[in-house]
Nanobody, 119 residues
Framework: QVQLEESGGGLVQAGGSLRLSCAAS????????MGWFRQAPGKEREFVAA????????YYADSVKGRFTISRDNAKNTVWLQMNSLKFEDTAVYYC????????????WGQGTQVTVSS
């Protein structure tokens, strides 16, 4: 497993932007596909975005497509989630996760970072 630590959450007005970061350590970062998930109060955790090991392929939930961008820099062992045009319904704890292969289970998780969007 790889250790993950998210940062960059906070309070933002609707329509604003935030950039989340996830720093990885412990294993070769470029061996892992990375994902962002979120969990709002009273709701199940849901997929937000994913990126393959090289950064060449990205995937998004329909709810964030066109507003959020996932990216990574393997030299910096970091993955980011750029969130633009934020909506109240984007309010959640956002988690970074890693998986060792396409289709594998995400087996490493960060502690989460809170994103609150005020309407």
């Amino acid at each position: 497993q790889v250790q993950l630590e998210e940062s960059g959450g906070g309070l933002v007005q609707a329509g604003g932007s935030l950039r989340l970061s996830c720093a990885a350590s412990g294993r070769r970062f470029d061996n892992y596909g990375m994902g962002w998930f979120r969990q709002a109060p009273g709701k199940e955790r849901e997929f937000v975005a994913a990126i393959n090991w090289s950064g060449a392929s990205t995937y998004y939930a329909d709810s964030v497509k066109g507003r959020f961008t996932i990216s990574r820099d393997n030299a910096k062992n970091t993955v980011w989630l750029q969130m633009n045009s934020l909506k109240f319904e984007d309010t959640a704890v956002y988690y970074c996760a890693a998986r060792p292969a396409v289709g594998a289970t995400y087996d490493s998780w960060g502690q989460g970072t809170q994103v609150t969007v005020s309407s």
